[in-house]
């Protein structure tokens, strides 16, 4: 129900009061079910991560179920893993939009899966303890990548993370955590033999996990490599070139929705499913750019667009 619709609904609940026949035709609900759910089962509450990319997928997710009948409501900008799983255990929400390989490495710390497909293998068993299951995943991924310059791809011939050999020494800049990652400096070293010599990486953290101040230092050449997530709009504004992994050392973090088990229905799964097979990484960047940068469109009005052109909902 919209926020509209709601509106009339109560006002006419309001214009009956002085008859109980008619309070009870006010009634959109069984009594007897449990608090937030609907007659038919169909209430789904979706949550989000405290980031923009989190509440225009939410809102994607949100708009495309309403679109569909469902009877939605939202509670975004939650927080963290150690927020959501809760929030999604004791019904404060039950849909959220989630990356599988940090979904996955939430349960599991040690988990061995890189690709998508054994990411994906892998997230059933591990979230079913909590009595929740995950639906298909989306090629959309937003994902740790080692960024350089066009200009300095070009000059060095580098594609892949293994390239970066022909360019030692240099300089990276990451978050202060990249250093000790399996993905990071030791995996540079220990995956791809880079960096085995002392010296030949000087690590530059910084603290805005591939923001502003991390584009910035790569850009005017204060270092010569980024880590920089794949739907960073600064990628196509600054021509920045993402350097391929072929030995999946940076697991697989593509889009993939959660959801509690006691909402599930092949309805539901057919909305979201054609979600994922439509969403992409490129439509990720574009999206956050939108709402990130200069137009500041609202998550919501850049979800909407979204489903509409990828004929999801009507115009």
Known sequence: MTSR??????????????????????????PTAPSGESADGDAVVVGSFAFPESEILGEIYAQALEAEGFDV??????????????ALQDGSINLIPEYNGNLLAYY?????????????????????ADDLQVLDSAAAEDKDAYVVTKKTAEDNNLKTIGDLKTIEPFSLASNPQFGELGYGIPGLRDVYGVGVEAGQVTFVPY???????????????????????????????????????????????NVIPLLSKDIYSDKLAEVLNAISAKLTTDDLIELRDR?????????????????????????
């Open 73 to 86: 409501s939202t509670k975004f900008n939650i927080g963290p893993r150690q927020q959501t799983i809760p």
């Open 108 to 128: 599991d710390t040690e988990y061995a899966e890189r690709t998508t497909e054994d990411v994906d293998a892998a997230l059933p068993d591990a979230v079913a």
């Open 207 to 253: 603290e805005d996990f591939g923001g502003p101040d991390t584009v910035q230092a790569l850009v005017d050449g204060t270092v010569q490599v980024a880590d920089i997530y794949t739907t960073s709009p600064a990628l196509t504004a600054e021509d920045l070139v993402v350097l391929e992994d072929p030995e999946n050392m940076i697991s697989a973090q």
């Open 291 to 315: 709402v990130e940068g200069d137009e500041k469109a609202s998550a919501s009005t850049a979800a909407k667009e979204w489903l509409a052109d990828a004929g999801l909902v009507g115009e």
């Open 5 to 30: 619709a709601r509106t009339t609904w109560l006002t006419a609940c309001l214009l009956a009061v002085s008859t109980t026949v008619a309070l009870a035709g006010c009634a959109t609900t069984d």
